[in-house]
């Protein structure tokens, strides 16, 4: 009851829906949520939040709360997504985070470039809100697929651990109640995603991940 009526409070946007006078104060705002949200190494810069949003408005998708203002975003394109052939970096598919030569507005999922929550709003059900509204995209546009590429941020500081530890051994470690270990990866597997393929070099600069990703997969059977 308590979480719902805290998504109750939530302020849900596109971009598609901010009048144009209003966007760029808006993205230096998303600027400061990807600051707080993930490590210097692989923020990225004002530059490819305003690439993303001429390209793909409808794809980006902000959250705020009343009383700390926006703490979620969220940025996707559309790709031609093949199960046989999972994609193989971020970087490939995602133009680097450009976008302008992956988008394809018909392909057949959707592709999350970035799923941010500010620690302000830890608790809040921010990061889950922002994959079910997404999911919903997916649902609407009528795509057979909502894929992305997960880091493993907990592996390194295991790895140092348990050196013999490979990549795939470490994914099937659970919690005593069967989850999987890896935060990242069963928040995603919360939201109905599944591991399809874990794939070295998938990001660049992760030094928490060892630049491991992990290819994630919803599929709509809606």
């Known amino acids: 009851m308590e979480e ?10 596109r971009l598609s829906d901010i009048p144009e006078a209003d966007i ?9 949520v990807e600051k707080e949200a993930w490590p210097e190494e692989i923020q990225a810069p004002l530059e490819k939040f305003q690439a993303r949003a001429e390209v793909f ?13 926006l703490v979620g975003v969220s940025t996707a394109e559309i790709i031609n997504y093949d199960p046989l052939h ?13 976008i302008r030569s992956t988008h394809n507005p018909e392909g ?12 302000r709003s830890a608790g809040r059900g921010v990061g889950t ?24 941020p907990k592996y390194h500081e295991y790895h140092l651990r348990h050196p013999e530890m490979t990549i795939d051994q470490y994914l099937l470690l659970t919690r005593s109640g069967g989850e999987v270990l890896d935060p990242e990866i069963r928040f995603y597997t919360r939201c109905g995603l599944k591991v399809i393929r874990v794939v070295p070099d998938y990001m660049e600069d992760d030094p928490e991940s060892e630049n491991y990703g992990a290819v ?3 599929e709509n059977r809606t």
């Open 4 to 13: 719902e009526m805290l998504n109750s409070k939530f302020q849900i946007q």
């Open 24 to 32: 760029p104060k808006t993205l230096e705002e998303v600027v400061k």
């Open 57 to 69: 408005p409808q794809g980006f998708l902000l959250i705020s709360l009343p009383d700390l203002g």
């Open 86 to 98: 999972p994609p193989i970096s971020w970087e490939e598919t995602t133009d680097n985070g450009w």
């Open 108 to 119: 057949n999922a959707l592709y999350l470039i970035s799923v941010g929550a500010s620690p």
């Open 129 to 152: 809100r922002l994959v079910q509204e997404q999911l919903d995209l997916a649902r609407r546009l009528n795509l057979d697929y909502l894929v992305l590429g997960s880091r493993i």
């Open 216 to 218: 994630m997969v919803w």
